[in-house]
């Protein structure tokens, strides 16, 4: 176990994929001294410029030429730098990317991993702080990935990197400076979620950033005597239907927090699973559908805090 | 325009390969119109067969090509089988793409021809990557991505030029200007001077060629394909043509004059120059109509092939989407 930064976990994971397939490289803007958040540190210096490579400002571009690499045998890994200017690459990764492999009968595959640091931190305003995970689970094609902690952040790379279909990678802004433990022999599977708090008397389901705020909620909540089974999806397709579904069948009360806009999120999605499966009570919390903010004030009216989820835990057990 | 030491053999396969190209079209707009067997949009590039003709027959088969919603004529002279695209029109199984993709997103990887694409202008970065992965694996192939007119308008001509600019990548950017963007003329929805102009200001080198003379693109191509193995750096070639037919078979291209395209079919149809050309210089005349013949004879046999050809699985629209999470197990 060796104790790092979630983004040194993503920067240690691309060095050990890279040092043992010569096929995969990076891309993106600003990667050459290590990419805006240092999410690439140290890559640069032992890979070079080939395999860690700048790009102009050409987002398109970015996206739709490393699929082109792809289909040609590499294997590479796309920064796009913030989510929010991932749209600007929107065709290539949900008319081509998605669907190359099955619209050309099989006879290709896209081997990526897209990189789209997300998420709210301090006045960003509504460029710089979205969470758009849902609509990417809506694209048959894409695998989602939302990894919370540095462990998952150096094991679901390790995957994502591997992984033979195109991944959306979306690593939460606030927490680059995160540390935890890492144990680089530990592996991940898609579609399996992390229980971050075991308990009996409701299930918590989160991912991403919101996965920490609900684990810290629920060790407050274990304090009052309330048991919650929290679980961090991790990936959100696939999602581990199995887990939840087993978890609210004990509990009989589901709550699901995102960070990202609730309408029409992906906790819909899991509310409405459990609800065609199990008899049980169901709670959202996700943003109100509004636009995030500069001022500080006003950016906070839309997060889903450690105090929201106490209170909602509570509303509902009792 | 008689030229000494005329090269008859390498005019009679020019002429060979336009003929085939030109009946396979004839046969899909058959089979759409009288038979009503293709069932989706299909783009003919009736009036623009020089450009394959003469381009890509010099290529490797492991060279990449990349093309676009009217690239029925790339994907043949790539090497393509004639059957397995006529199924893949007709949306059967054994159909280059199993039947998934059809006329826009036809594909034949085996030689080397990585897709058309249905959307505008969305293959030239994407062959800039191409010609990226294959720098950095240093495999010797090189690319030639064809466009249309249309596409020059689109943020990736720019962004792909400059990309393949950037990273001196092994790379033919071609503009078959067929002077039409669907319904529109582009030169009224073109600013300046046009693709070759912009071309330019990349510091690609650029070449601009009459697209409906089969001889002098065959001429040039092993220049250009050379130059770019030699160098590594990027070429661009402006190809001049016009599109005889609708922008979809089912367009009657009511809004242009009848005149201008009477006119191009009168002087400028590139198989009869060709024809012209081979008789200028003695070739046969039983020779040359056998050229015709032979494709058309080649063209009904892959389309009466393909008429007869299953749909394919219904179960098969569950395959090939993706490994994690795949619908097959989990659709919903």
Same mark, same amino acid.
């Given at each position: 176990?060796?104790?790092m930064?979630?983004?040194?976990?993503?920067?240690r994971?691309?060095?050990?994929?890279?040092?043992q397939?010569?096929?995969?490289?990076?891309?993106?803007?600003?990667?050459?001294?290590?990419?805006?958040?240092?999410?690439?540190?140290?890559?640069?210096?032992?890979?070079?410029?080939?395999?860690?490579?700048d790009a102009?400002?050409s987002?398109?571009?970015?996206?739709?030429?490393?699929f082109?690499?792809?289909?040609?045998?590499? *294997?590479?890994?796309v920064?796009?730098?913030?989510?929010?200017?991932?749209?600007?690459?929107?065709?290539?990764?949900?008319?081509?990317?998605?669907?190359?492999?099955?619209?050309f009968?099989?006879?290709?595959?896209?081997?990526m991993?897209?990189?789209?640091?997300?998420?709210?931190w301090?006045?960003?305003?509504a460029?710089?702080?979205?969470?758009l995970?849902?609509?990417?689970?809506?694209i048959?094609?894409?695998?989602?990935?939302c990894?919370?902690?540095?462990?998952?952040?150096?094991?679901m790379?390790?995957?994502?990197?591997?992984?033979?279909?195109?991944?959306?990678?979306l690593?939460?802004?606030?927490?680059?400076?995160?540390e935890?433990?890492?144990?680089v022999?530990?592996?991940?599977?898609?579609?399996?979620?992390?229980?971050?708090?075991?308990?009996?008397?409701?299930?918590?389901v989160?991912?991403?950033n919101?996965?920490?705020?609900?684990?810290?909620?629920a060790?407050?909540l274990?304090g009052?005597?309330?048991?919650?089974d929290v679980?961090?999806?991790?990936?959100?397709?696939?999602?581990?239907?199995?887990?939840?579904?087993?978890?609210?069948? *004990?509990?009989?009360?589901?709550?699901?927090?995102?960070?990202?806009?609730?309408?029409?999120?992906?906790?819909? &999605?899991?509310?409405?699973t459990?609800? &065609?499966?199990?008899?049980?009570?169901?709670?959202?919390?996700?943003?109100?559908?509004?636009?995030?903010?500069?001022a500080?004030?006003l950016?906070?009216?839309?997060?889903?805090?450690?105090?929201?989820?106490?209170?909602a835990?509570?509303?509902?057990?009792? | 325009?008689?030229?000494?030491?005329?090269?008859r053999d390498?005019?009679m396969?020019?002429?060979?390969?336009?003929?085939r190209?030109?009946?396979?079209e004839?046969?899909?707009?058959l089979?759409?119109?009288?038979?009503?067997?293709?069932?989706?949009?299909?783009h003919?590039?009736?009036?623009?067969?020089?450009?394959?003709?003469?381009l890509?027959?010099c290529?490797?088969t492991?060279?990449?090509?990349?093309?676009?919603h009217?690239?029925?004529g790339?994907t043949?002279?790539k090497?393509?089988?004639?059957?397995?695209?006529?199924?893949?029109?007709?949306?059967?199984?054994?159909?280059?793409?199993g039947g998934?993709?059809?006329?826009?997103?036809?594909?034949?990887?085996?030689?080397g021809?990585?897709g058309?694409?249905?959307?505008?202008?969305a293959?030239?970065?994407?062959?800039?990557?191409?010609?990226?992965?294959?720098?950095?694996?240093?495999?010797?192939?090189?690319?030639?991505?064809?466009?249309?007119?249309?596409?020059?308008?689109r943020?990736?001509?720019?962004?792909?030029l400059?990309?393949?600019?950037?990273?001196?990548?092994?790379?033919?950017f071609?503009?078959?200007?067929?002077?039409?963007s669907?319904?529109?003329?582009t030169?009224?929805?073109?600013?300046?001077?046009?693709?070759?102009a *912009?071309?330019r200001?990349?510091?690609?080198?650029?070449?601009?060629?009459?697209?409906?003379?089969?001889?002098?693109?065959a001429?040039?191509?092993?220049?250009l394909?050379?130059?770019?193995?030699?160098?590594?750096?990027?070429e661009?070639l402006?190809? *001049?043509t016009?599109r005889?037919?609708?922008?979809?078979?089912?367009?009657?291209?009511?809004?242009?004059? %009848?005149a201008?395209?009477d006119?191009?079919?009168?002087?400028d149809d590139?198989?009869?120059?060709?024809?012209d050309?081979?008789?200028?210089?003695?070739?046969?005349?039983d020779?040359?109509? %056998?050229?015709?013949?032979?494709a058309?004879?080649?063209?009904?046999?892959?389309?009466?092939?393909?008429?007869?050809?299953?749909?394919?699985?219904?179960?098969?629209?569950?395959?090939?989407?993706q490994?994690?999470?795949?619908p097959?197990?989990?659709?919903f």
């Amino acid at each position: 176990m060796e104790q790092m930064t979630y983004a040194q976990a993503a920067a240690r994971a691309v060095a050990d994929a890279m040092r043992q397939d010569p096929a995969v490289w990076c891309v993106g803007e600003d990667l050459g001294r290590g990419g805006v958040f240092k999410q690439y540190a140290g890559l640069p210096e032992e890979f070079g410029p080939d395999r860690i490579s700048d790009a102009p400002i050409s987002e398109a571009a970015i996206m739709g030429a490393a699929f082109g690499a792809a289909l040609v045998g590499t *294997r590479p890994i796309v920064e796009m730098r913030f989510a929010d200017f991932a749209l600007c690459a929107t065709d290539e990764l949900v008319n081509q990317i998605a669907k190359a492999r099955f619209m050309f009968g099989g006879q290709s595959r896209a081997p990526m991993v897209i990189r789209k640091p997300m998420g709210m931190w301090r006045s960003s305003a509504a460029q710089h702080s979205q969470s758009l995970e849902s609509w990417y689970v809506h694209i048959p094609g894409l695998v989602v990935c939302c990894p919370a902690t540095p462990q998952d952040n150096y094991s679901m790379m390790r995957a994502a990197i591997a992984c033979d279909d195109p991944v959306v990678y979306l690593e939460h802004k606030d927490i680059w400076a995160l540390e935890g433990p890492v144990d680089v022999a530990e592996s991940y599977a898609f579609g399996k979620a992390r229980r971050r708090m075991e308990g009996d008397d409701l299930t918590i389901v989160s991912w991403s950033n919101t996965a920490n705020v609900a684990t810290q909620a629920a060790m407050t909540l274990a304090g009052e005597g309330v048991n919650a089974d929290v679980l961090d999806l991790r990936s959100l397709w696939p999602w581990d239907k199995e887990s939840v579904l087993e978890s609210v069948r *004990r509990t009989g009360h589901l709550l699901i927090a995102h960070e990202s806009v609730q309408v029409g999120g992906f906790g819909a &999605e899991v509310a409405a699973t459990a609800a &065609e499966h199990t008899p049980c009570r169901i709670k959202r919390l996700g943003s109100p559908r509004s636009l995030i903010s500069y001022a500080p004030n006003l950016e906070d009216q839309l997060r889903v805090t450690e105090q929201m989820i106490v209170d909602a835990a509570r509303a509902m057990y009792s | 325009m008689n030229r000494a030491n005329y090269d008859r053999d390498r005019g009679m396969a020019l002429l060979r390969m336009m003929e085939r190209i030109r009946a396979f079209e004839e046969q899909a707009e058959l089979a759409a119109t009288r038979d009503e067997l293709v069932l989706g949009a299909i783009h003919l590039s009736i009036g623009q067969e020089a450009i394959p003709a003469g381009l890509l027959p010099c290529l490797n088969t492991t060279d990449l090509l990349l093309s676009t919603h009217r690239g029925h004529g790339h994907t043949l002279a790539k090497g393509a089988s004639p059957v397995a695209m006529m199924k893949e029109l007709l949306g059967r199984a054994g159909g280059c793409c199993g039947g998934k993709g059809g006329s826009m997103h036809i594909a034949d990887f085996g030689v080397g021809m990585l897709g058309a694409n249905g959307v505008v202008g969305a293959n030239i970065h994407i062959g800039a990557g191409a010609a990226h992965g294959a720098k950095l694996l240093g495999d010797g192939r090189i690319v030639v991505d064809i466009f249309g007119d249309g596409a020059i308008n689109r943020g990736p001509f720019l962004e792909g030029l400059n990309w393949a600019g950037v990273f001196e990548l092994p790379i033919l950017f071609v503009c078959e200007d067929n002077q039409y963007s669907a319904s529109t003329r582009t030169s009224d929805m073109t600013a300046g001077d046009g693709a070759a102009a *912009r071309a330019r200001s990349f510091g690609i080198h650029t070449t601009e060629i009459d697209g409906n003379d089969a001889e002098a693109i065959a001429d040039l191509a092993p220049e250009l394909v050379a130059r770019i193995r030699q160098t590594g750096q990027p070429e661009f070639l402006h190809a *001049r043509t016009y599109r005889l037919h609708g922008h979809t078979y089912f367009d009657p291209a009511a809004y242009r004059p %009848k005149a201008e395209s009477d006119r191009q079919w009168a002087e400028d149809d590139p198989i009869q120059r060709q024809r012209d050309v081979l008789a200028s210089h003695g070739q046969q005349s039983d020779e040359i109509d %056998k050229a015709r013949s032979d494709a058309v004879t080649e063209m009904e046999a892959a389309l009466a092939d393909a008429t007869i050809a299953p749909w394919p699985a219904d179960n098969t629209v569950f395959d090939d989407v993706q490994d994690i999470g795949s619908p097959a197990q989990e659709a919903f």
